[in-house]
């Protein structure tokens, strides 16, 4: 079992920056493919950003790309995602997933989740 834990959301306004952070536990970081996702309200959960295991490989949704930054630290066991230039559309509970296999964005595919935590930019 893999436990994350994310941190770091609030309330902030458009154009300013946040900083989320996972912290995992439960088995080896490094061998977890991981990435970031979101959820508005009334809308699907959907992909944000992937890093790979050794943290080599990233891959951002077009719309978060140039203004956001995944990265990872193996021996903190914790993963980051720097937020700038952030806009109203950016509000949305932000969970960070891992999976021991898949490298991807379909959410359905990850076998853990964080719990998620809140991002609201006011305009």
């Known amino acids: 079992q893999v436990q994350l834990v994310e941190s770091g959301g609030g309330l902030v306004q458009a154009g300013g920056s946040v900083r989320l952070s996972c912290a995992a536990s439960?088995?080896?970081?490094?061998?977890?493919?991981m990435g970031w996702f979101r959820q508005a309200p009334g809308k699907e959960r959907e992909f944000v950003v992937l890093i790979n295991r050794s943290g080599s490989k990233t891959y951002y949704a077009e719309s978060v790309k140039g203004r956001f930054s995944i990265s990872r630290d193996n021996a903190k066991n914790t993963m980051y995602l720097q937020m700038n230039s952030l806009k109203p559309e950016d509000t949305a509970v932000y969970y960070c997933?891992?999976?021991?296999?898949?490298?991807?964005?379909?959410?359905?595919?990850?076998?853990?989740w964080g719990q998620g935590t809140q991002v609201t930019v006011s305009s």
């Open positions: 439960g088995r080896t970081f490094s061998s977890l493919e």
């Open positions: 997933a891992a999976d021991p296999d898949y490298y991807g964005s379909r959410p359905a595919a990850y076998d853990y």
